[in-house]
């Protein structure tokens, strides 16, 4: 014996061989796990309801009530300024002020909606949605001391107007970042509380309505009514700030979170889909690009419902509250403007309850009949145009926007509620920020053209 050892080489390549087989067949056990875990998980989410124990209930619907109050919290600020346009006109001595509301709140909720959409892999939920309330508290509050000393002759009406303007800027931009965010928060939740939210932002407008009618009603002077109105949204602001901090600490909501991320981290393994989680170490280029991929594979599977809600949004906010501000009217005080307000919002809060049919609207069914809504365009056109109108008086505005309000409610819900059961559970809340875009980008562009028509028509000078 020399004391080495003698190797088989033959043995050896055997072995690894086998090694190697016995390895890939455990990476195809553990991957086919993974994937059964990953559906099992999708499943126990998406049916919403109660597997065990473990899965918290929603008892009285408290959860849903409080999703349907929060989407009525961030819409409450901008329902104020439209819903005050009547205030503005008289301080203000604009007609256009329907327009520049309107117009300057949609451009910043656009804008804001489209980068908290390039955000989202970025900053928190939660402390996005805490941003959106310091806006809105911030333009309230401002307007409510505004209209204050405007009463007690400290500020003059310029400065009025140029505050006004600034106000909405801060809405807007609260709204944009709260609106997509609360959608893709109730899109981690079973569907029915997207619906909730798409309710209370319909459930903002008539309440606002309501408390605008009943501060002219009882308080005849019309800068201390005014003070009262956006003293009142103040509050209602206050209440979402509370319930917010209560419910994302609840035990109902942290459930649902928690199985968000656990899909998310078991889709990195399990799949080649990047969900909404971006390792730390990936450069910018290198996240940018994931997140775009991530963004076409949830349009590809949605792009019906965003087209039917960008067009609804884009009729909407060309006629509503732009030209349907300036009408002309025997009706003293503003209370046109009131009235059309009242009208679109009691009918839209009417259209959004109508999406809890049985029935569903077919994508392509949504998109024919979003185009046939252009016909009421003409239509209140006529009621407008600045040397004679040709259809005079006040029912034919009430009546068009009481049909602008409810296609409204209801073609606007019906696509936002079904986008979250057209994805896979990772992709939800990337299919909500990408519906709201949609929605505000048709805002924007409503508000556009009715400032386009504005300036042809000469509507400002009526």
């Known amino acids: ?4 050892v ?16 016995d390895t890939k067949t455990e990476q195809a056990y553990l991957k086919q796990n993974n994937n059964s875990t990953l559906e099992a998980n999708k499943m126990d989410v998406m049916s919403g309801n109660d597997k065990g124990a473990a899965q918290p209930k929603d008892r009285y619907n408290f959860y849903f ?7 009525a919290g961030f819409h409450l600020p901008y329902n104020s300024f439209v819903a005050a346009v009547d205030y503005f006109e008289e301080a ?58 405007t009463k007690f002759g400290v500020v003059g009406h310029d400065f009025g107007l140029y505050f006004t303007i600034v106000a909405t800027i801060f809405t807007g931009i609260g709204c944009g970042v709260q609106e997509a965010s609360y959608y893709g928060y109730s899109g981690m939740l079973p569907s029915k509380y997207t619906r909730a939210v798409m309710l209370g932002e319909a459930f903002s407008g008539l309440l606002v309505s309501i408390n605008r009618i009943i501060t002219k009603l009882t308080i005849e002077n019309n800068l201390t009514n ?4 956006f003293s009142l949204s103040i509050i209602g602001e206050v209440a979402c700030i509370f319930l917010h901090r209560y419910i994302k600490e609840s035990t109902f909501v942290r459930f649902y979170e928690a199985q968000e991320q656990a899909v998310n981290l078991q889709s990195v393994t399990a799949t080649s889909f990047t969900p909404l989680i971006v390792k730390d170490d990936q450069s910018a280029w290198s996240s940018f690009k994931e997140g775009m991929r991530l963004r076409m594979t949830v349009s590809r599977k949605i792009w019906k419902l965003m087209i039917g809600i ?18 002309k009217t025997s009706w003293p005080n503003g209370w046109l403007s009131v009235a059309l307000v009242f009208a679109f919002n009691a009918w839209d809060f009417g259209g959004t309850i109508a999406t809890g049919l049985s029935y569903k609207m077919p994508d392509n069914i949504l998109l024919l009949t979003g185009a046939l809504r252009w016909l009421l365009v003409p239509v209140l056109l006529m009621c407008v145009l600045p040397a004679n109108p040709i259809i005079p008086g006040e029912g034919v505005p009430i009546i068009v926007m009481s049909v602008l309000g409810f296609t409204t409610g209801y073609m606007g819900s019906t696509p936002m509620c079904a986008a979250s059961s057209q994805v896979d559970l990772e992709e939800r809340e990337m299919a909500g920020n990408l519906m709201t875009m949609c929605m505000l980008l048709g805002l924007t562009l409503g508000s556009t053209s009715a400032m386009v028509l504005n300036t042809i028509l000469g509507i400002d000078n009526v």
Do not use: W
């Open 1 to 4: 014996m020399n004391g080495c």
């Open 6 to 21: 003698t190797v088989n080489p033959n043995i050896d390549e055997a072995s690894l061989q086998e090694d190697e087989k």
């Open 65 to 71: 009530i409080s999703f349907m109050v929060l989407g």
């Open 92 to 149: 203000y001595k604009r007609k256009d002020m329907g327009f520049l509301v309107s117009s300057t709140n949609s451009y910043m909720v656009c804008a804001s909606v489209i980068l908290n959409v390039v955000l989202v892999n970025k900053i928190k939920m939660h402390a996005r949605i805490t941003f959106g309330y310091v806006a809105f508290m911030i333009s309230l509050g401002g307007m409510a001391v505004l209209v204050a000393l």
């Open 226 to 229: 005014t003070i009262i109105f």
């Open 310 to 327: 960008l067009n609804v949004y884009l009729v909407t906010n060309l006629l509503y509250p732009g030209v349907a501000s300036i009408i």
